[in-house]
């Protein structure tokens, strides 16, 4: 519970504080200003919080039931009538005309259940689940966010490496354009080689600027996702590059899911919940035994009636013992129908354990296999910018031509392509095995960028 208590106060002391605006995250695009910028003012997770909290106020004693009413009630009436009275010790007839009555009534009352087979204890405890189940549903939207935001960012990371491929895709293209100029102008090189060139330097321009567009558009959506406002004049640079984390632990990782995973913590509060519904039901079986008192001064004054003048003042209390013996079996239906209810939360835990554990091994499986071809495409990505040089020196010398120049070229961009996107899929991994373990927030708050 700590951890949660822990997030829970990170979150309101971002809320209370002053809010992150555009100009505060240029230059500033690293992995935990983003998240801290989430935490702060992500829609999603302040509406959680709420909601959390909703839950932490109506735990209270009073609210089970433990505590008593009390109220203050006051009236004061006013009669004024003609009235003819005849006693039965007597014929005569009185008369008044105008008579009046004027009475005051000021009183204090308690009403206290001292015992109702414990059903307020009961209930005391189903807000404590309430309270923590609060917890862990917020603490699921923060997971959540979390992960979008930091795979959209390692994402923005990769697009940002694969712009800085196409800038040096593009100076070699300058260059071999400049040589293929000045062998023309020599004589040294066909008309259609000096368009080819051209050709190819405007294409690789093209897709220098697309992916330039591409990237503003994924920081836009960033933007979005922190609730924060765009500004076309700031650059939102990041300075963060991607690095595979210590090896995870397919047990290790199980585990922690077993004891830090949120969803399946929402499901144990739920089945503590049901079963307490049984309880709550088992508990109007027993008698209730509950106490009044009643504290008050009244006040009368008459000029007809039986009585001219009449004080009270002073105190009155009860105690009622109720048992309701039947009640048609409605008692006998709600029970049932709980227990009914309790089974289905068993069975919702016991499915939400076998779907978590199988969705571990399959990100597991990915995550292994994803770090296989990081290694293959980071080696086939070196292999690829060693031909690309040796075929620019080559070219320059006029040892090869431009279709096989142009195909080393093209080789060491799509290597670099293949070898980001395997990166990015392994940190996707990593941090589906992190939220699945329910230390996705905690971890990557940790993280040193």
Do not use: C
């Not at 009669?79 to 007839?93: C, G, L, R, T, W």
């Amino acid at each position: 519970m700590q951890l949660y208590k822990t997030i829970s106060t990170i979150i309101v002391s971002f809320i209370i504080g002053a809010p992150i605006l555009a100009q505060d995250l240029n230059d500033s695009l690293n992995l935990k200003v983003v998240l801290a910028t989430a935490l702060e003012n992500n829609f999603s997770i302040r509406i959680n919080n709420n909601n959390m909290e909703i839950n932490k106020t109506n735990n209270t004693l009073g609210n089970a039931g433990f505590l008593p009413t009390i109220g203050v009630q006051s009236s004061y009436s006013s009669a004024h009538k003609d009235v003819e009275q005849k006693f039965f010790n007597s014929d005569e007839i009185r008369t008044i005309e105008d008579g009046k009555r004027d009475v005051f009534d000021l009183r204090g009352g308690l009403n206290w259940t001292l015992f109702d087979g414990m059903g307020m204890f009961v209930s005391k405890q189903q807000l404590n689940e309430f309270e923590q189940m609060g917890e862990f549903t917020a603490k699921i939207a923060i997971d959540n966010i979390v992960a979008s935001v930091s795979d959209l960012h390692y994402s923005i990371v990769v697009e940002e490496s694969k712009l800085k491929v196409l800038e040096e895709v593009l100076e070699v293209s300058d260059q071999r354009k400049k040589i293929v100029k000045d062998k023309y102008d020599a004589g040294r090189a066909s008309y259609q080689e000096h368009l080819a060139a051209q050709v190819d330097y405007n294409a690789d321009k093209s897709l220098l600027i697309r992916q330039e567009n591409l990237v503003k558009q994924q920081k836009i959506t960033l933007l979005n996702m922190l609730a924060v406002e765009a500004d076309l004049n700031v650059s939102y640079n990041t300075n963060d590059s991607l690095k595979v984390l210590e090896l995870i632990n397919l047990q290790d990782v199980i585990m922690r899911s077993s004891l830090n995973n949120p969803s399946l913590l929402v499901a144990q509060r739920e089945q503590n919940i049901a079963y307490l519904g049984i309880k709550k039901v088992q508990a109007e079986q027993f008698p209730a035994l509950n106490f009044a008192a009643d504290y008050g001064y009244m006040y009368s004054d008459a000029s007809y009636g039986n009585l001219s003048l009449s004080k009270e003042f002073g105190l009155s209390y009860a105690f009622t013992l109720s048992w309701n013996i039947y009640d048609g079996s409605n008692v006998k239906r709600r029970k049932k129908v709980a227990q009914i209810e309790h089974e289905n939360s068993l069975l919702a835990m016991q499915e939400r354990e076998l779907q978590l554990k199988n969705e571990i091994i399959l990100a597991y499986q990915n995550y292994q296999n994803n770090l296989i071809l990081v290694d293959l495409e980071s080696d086939n990505r070196k292999i690829a910018e060693q031909n690309a040089t040796i075929a620019l020196d080559r070219y320059k010398v006029g040892r090869s031509d431009f279709i096989e120049f142009r195909q080393m070229q093209t080789n060491y961009a799509e290597a670099s392509n293949r070898y980001l996107d395997a990166l990015y899929t392994v940190k996707l991994n990593e941090n589906e095995l992190l939220r699945l373990s329910g230390d996705i927030t905690k971890t990557l708050l940790m993280l040193n960028n």
